[in-house]
């Protein structure tokens, strides 16, 4: 097992953590501030990766296709909040789950009416093509600027919480969203800022995605359960436990499935190797959240309250 070969793959776990804190951002504010279990927010990643590739491929311009993904899936939240969610966010739990599992089987069958049942290629854009020298290795110019503008936004993200009204309004609602309403601000306001908020960054995510995974129908649900191992690994409601979750997901995930089986073939046949460590490797993450969540039930950085 070469240094090389350790330093790529910790830089890809990098990049796939950036992607799940874009995603698990919003949706712990939304299951922090509004009590909502809102299971097609992978959905609004599939729409931001189909949205950005129709465009692209329309227009040839990354611009537009940007501001398709990211302004596209934020109308869709924001309607979806107007239409949908407000006639659930008293409702039990059950009724949540069941209505967001309709409008993620909805979406599917949507896109494949639109775009058809096979999967869409983005190419990256010129100007992102290339590698950069990173420690001397050569890595893809694409992913360094997912990890950059990931972590731009992920900034972006600090200062509007922590340095705006609006930000301190999200920050209270996570701690006590009961009291804010008592104390008169307009928490349907509130509500559907953080479901805009929300749906923006899982659209940009899935832009930032689509030239490097396929898109296509059901690619939201698949992301949407390790989204979900963020937030309770990292704490649900804490944008700094969605930020410090993703990466450790993004780094166990990568890395295991790399070296597990590297590791293996030490003490077993390749074939068998091969085979245990994926096995082992597909429920790693899951490990690591059981692991958290024995030591701290409340997650890694859990909203304080008070």
């Given at each position: 097992m070469s240094l090389s070969l350790v330093i790529l793959q910790l830089m890809n776990g990098l990049q796939f953590g950036v992607l799940l804190f874009l995603l698990s951002a919003g949706l712990t504010l939304v299951l922090g501030i509004m009590n909502f279990v809102n299971l097609m927010h992978g959905s609004l990643f599939m729409l931001g990766a189909y949205f950005s590739a129709a465009v692209l491929g329309a227009t040839g311009s990354f611009a537009q296709a940007i501001a398709a993904g990211v302004l596209g899936?934020?109308?869709?939240?924001?309607?979806?909040?107007?239409?949908?969610?407000?006639?659930?966010?008293?409702?039990?739990?059950?009724y949540q789950v069941l209505a967001t599992i309709g409008l993620i089987l909805f979406?599917?069958?949507?896109?494949?009416?639109?775009?058809?049942?096979?999967?869409?290629?983005?190419?990256?854009p010129e100007f992102l093509r290339g590698a950069v020298a990173i420690f001397g290795l050569p890595y893809p110019v694409y992913r360094f600027a997912i990890i950059v503008a990931g972590l731009l936004v992920g900034l972006g993200l600090y200062l509007l919480i922590h340095r705006t009204r609006v930000g301190i309004l999200i920050r209270a609602g996570a701690s006590n969203a009961a009291m804010i309403a008592a104390l008169g601000i307009?928490?349907?306001?509130?509500?559907?800022?953080?479901?805009?908020?929300?749906?923006?960054?899982?659209?940009?995510?899935?832009?930032?995605?689509?030239?490097?995974?396929?898109?296509?129908?059901?690619m939201?649900?698949?992301?949407?359960?390790?989204?979900?191992?963020?937030?309770?690994?990292?704490?649900?409601?804490?944008?700094?436990?969605?930020?410090?979750?993703?990466?450790?997901?993004?780094?166990?995930?990568?890395?295991?499935?790399?070296?597990?089986p590297v590791l293996l073939r030490s003490f077993m046949e390749?074939?068998?190797?091969?085979?245990?460590?994926?096995?082992?490797?597909?429920?790693?993450?899951?490990?690591?959240?059981?692991?958290v969540l024995a030591l701290k039930p409340q997650g890694l950085f859990p909203v304080r309250h008070g």
């Open positions: 899936t934020l109308a869709v939240g924001l309607i979806l909040e107007r239409l949908v969610f407000r006639k659930l966010y008293a409702r039990d739990h059950m979406f599917n069958e949507a896109v494949r009416v639109i775009w058809g049942s096979g999967s869409i290629s983005t190419a990256v307009n928490i349907r306001l509130l509500n559907t800022a953080v479901i805009g908020l929300g749906a923006a960054l899982a659209g940009l995510a899935g832009l930032m995605a689509a030239p490097i995974s396929s898109v296509q129908s059901g939201g649900e698949p992301i949407l359960i390790m989204t979900l191992v963020v937030i309770v690994t990292g704490g649900i409601g804490s944008v700094r436990g969605a930020f410090y979750g993703a990466l450790i997901v993004g780094l166990v995930d990568t890395t295991g499935r790399v070296f597990l390749p074939l068998k190797a091969q085979t245990l460590g994926a096995a082992v490797a597909s429920v790693l993450i899951y490990l690591v959240m059981a692991a």
